[in-house]
């Protein structure tokens, strides 16, 4: 007995409308695509002089969520250090990072079009002069030692400044048998040595007197200091910091090339940003190349006509420039994540083109008339694309409410683009099937598709229910193990300079960008706050303005005063300029020393130390008289021995001049940073742990929080915002869910229709999360921009599958054989190939959205043509 089933009743409204416009179409084909053209023409002017771009990832999320809010007080109370670039010097010495550091933030103070200012921390006059004030009591009364015990050496190179002066004094202390020489020359005469084969080379290689006699007192960092610059940004642009950027790196290839040993690495907030969006940028040029060629290629073998697919080209082409429209005039601008509309308006709108045109091109195959090949498409499959165009659209405007503003701006605009193309598909396409029809296609020969595949969903269908039933139970326990990456670092390029200085950067305990700030009303409340941070395990250590002001002055300035005493005339008059001298005669005379010291076995080195710089300056010897330039080759060496002593000398003398001083004394350029224009007070929580680590990050943020609420910085806007979008997620697809089902039940009026065309949707659902968690693809704040695309194309699918299984039961063609499958299938490769080159590029995000849309459209495709006819009730 052959079931029936209950007859589809269309909405008249819908039903009376589209009468009315079908007889337009046939009558005023021309005059429709003459103004048509016209207003593709205009909207394009409108777009091209109102559409903007808000490049400005901030807001992104809710301004009123929050962190949100704490985030915003702490920028306006201290605009200087918000969305800064971070460059990370780097060198062998504490001195030479200092001299390229100072030099780079000079050049960059001087662009003033490009950023509004640039500071290093820890080094500035202040700081260079009261450095020795900031150690511990017994750390500078040991440094003292070491000083008192060089003075002699100091004292003969402030009169001798040369290699001959240098190798004299070492001569003299290894002459002296018979007195205990206070100074270790051991370290010296290392550092001598691991100085010859470079210079024999000709490189640049300085020994800082900074690690030998100040053991790196003299700065906060040895050998890597961080500049602040605040660049000015341009977020009507693609590239807001672009300029900015390309002025850093060109002050930056300056400062290395007068310093050959100094990197300088480029990271911060805009730093990534600019690099996500060019990486971003440089993948989707190739992808779209990629995706163009294949899109054709697809749709070719879909249509097998030129006229075809020509028609669809014209009609998507329309959609998108109407679409871009409808977004200047609704929103009035595309931001980082509705920029993809484009891309989601080629995955979905062109779907309704696709259907139509196949739909046409089978009633044409039959020996239909053009007339009648139109009228049947529209009447055919309209009230399912109207529905399926309903439900999409549903699904990106649940976004609206959220506090994803991103995504809810995105949502308006490809909700908006879905009615769009739908309108179009059913006006524009007609029109165009009127003035160029396709005569006498010939039938499509499904090769690739046998008769045991197009019957296995009917013949199979108890087997498919089981699986199914299973496949889902198992989906469901994969997912609890669904995880929600928060960090947005990883979803850049690993490899891309601002990425791995940012991750190194994590590694610090002082210079970690992940450091958390708190806001105080007093300095006694802000001196309260950090001491309760300061306990707290995951912290390392807190700053804030009462940390300006050492401890014990008056103890450290008795010591400093002794040093002064006996060193300052001797610092005061330390020549800057090498004096002349024959380099080669001293170092083949310190060849001989080095000898007799061996010989007589000096206690003043280590026996092993001395053989090996003797058969180091040998082989120096030897090698650069052999050379074509030896007396360069001798003042390489000179240089890169003593090059870096007279700025050493300088910064000891200038520590030793400090006077005692109050929180009053602290400069006015420093202060800005910690106590605010409206009397706040920062303080600066810096983490204990690598917050490269998820659970550090996580534990560090908790515990800040558990003391304040009111914190923030990278870490809290991380997390807090990845709780944010995933509960806008769950908001909008639950409000979707819901909204779409009871259309759904209005529209069939029969429960089991209605789960036929939800069911399949949730499955693929299910097993798309748990395919994602297998192949460690957790969701971010990427690629969950997809789950409103698989959900449109997962509704359309069971819809038109549905429409075609119970309401074209006159038919004789099986389900699996008509255009509608063969639309299903070309749409989804379609929209596969326009995504999944994404998998191949070297933004994470979006190699991640490539590999979930890629995912996600397989099982859309297997649960609507298999699943769905398994439990449909159908035979064949």
Known sequence: MTKKHPKHHEPSIFNRAAHWCEKQIFRFPWTLLIVSLLLTIATSYYVYNNLSVNTNTAEMLSPDLPFQKNQRRIDEAFPQDAAATLLVVESDTPEQTSQAAFKLTELLSQEKQYFDSAYIPEDNEFFRRYALLYLDQADLEDLAKK??????????????????????????????????????????????????????NGQAHALSWQSLLADNKLNAEAKQMVVIAKPKLKFDEMLPAELAQNAAHTAAKSVMQDYPSVRIRITGEPALEHEELESVSTGAQLAGVLSLILVFVVQWVGLRSLKLLTITYIVLTVGLIFTAGFAGISVGHLNVISIAFASLYIGLGVDYAVHLCLYYRERRVRGYSNHDAIHHSMSGV???????????????????????????????????????????????????????????????????????????????????????????????????????DSNPINLRDPHSESVSTFNDLLKSKNDSPFAITALANSLDEANALAKKMRQLPSVHDTISLSSFVAENQADKLVVLDDLNLMLGNQLKNFNTVLKENDQKAALTKFNETLKKAIAENSPNAPLA????????????????????????????????????????????????????????????????HWLSANGLYRILITPEKDLNNPDNLKEFVQQAQSVNDAVAGFPITNLAGGEAVVKAFVQAFASAFTVITLILWATYRNFKHMLLVIGPLLLAALLTGATNVLLNNPFNFANVIALPLLLGMGIDSSILIMHRLHFNVHEDENLLHSSTTRGIIFSSITTLCSFSSLSFTSHQGMASMGLLLSIGLFFTVICSLIVLPAFSGKRV
């Open 147 to 200: 000083l008192t015990d060089a003075q002699p050496f100091i004292g003969h190179l402030a009169q001798n400044y040369s290699l001959t002066g240098l190798l004299e004094i070492i001569t003299l202390a290894l002459e002296q048998h018979d007195q205990h020489l206070p100074m270790d020359l051991n370290p010296l005469l290392t550092a001598i040595g691991d100085n010859l084969t470079p210079s024999l």
């Open 609 to 672: 130390s001395l053989q090996t710089l003797q058969q180091q300056v040998e082989a120096f010897l030897k090698q650069a008289d052999s050379s074509a330039n030896a007396a360069a080759t001798y003042s390489l060496l000179e240089k890169n021995i003593l090059g870096l002593l007279p700025y050493t000398m300088e910064r000891l003398r200038t520590s030793l001049t400090a006077g005692e001083f109050t929180l009053d004394d602290i400069p006015a350029d420093i202060k800005s």
């Open 382 to 484: 309209g009230s399912s694309l109207f529905l399926c165009a309903l439900t999409t659209a549903l699904g990106f405007l649940a976004f609206i409410p959220t506090d994803y503003s991103g995504v809810s701006e995105l949502g308006i605009i490809s909700g908006g683009g879905i009615f769009i193309g739908l309108v179009i598909s059913l006006t524009i396409l007609p029109a165009l099937f009127c003035v160029m029809p396709v005569n006498n296609p010939k039938p499509i020969k499904s090769a690739f598709a046998p008769q045991w595949i197009v019957t296995f969903p009917f013949h199979y269908a108890n087997t498919i229910r089981i699986v199914s039933v299973l496949l889902a139970i198992g989906s469901i326990w994969v997912l609890t193990e669904l995880t929600f």
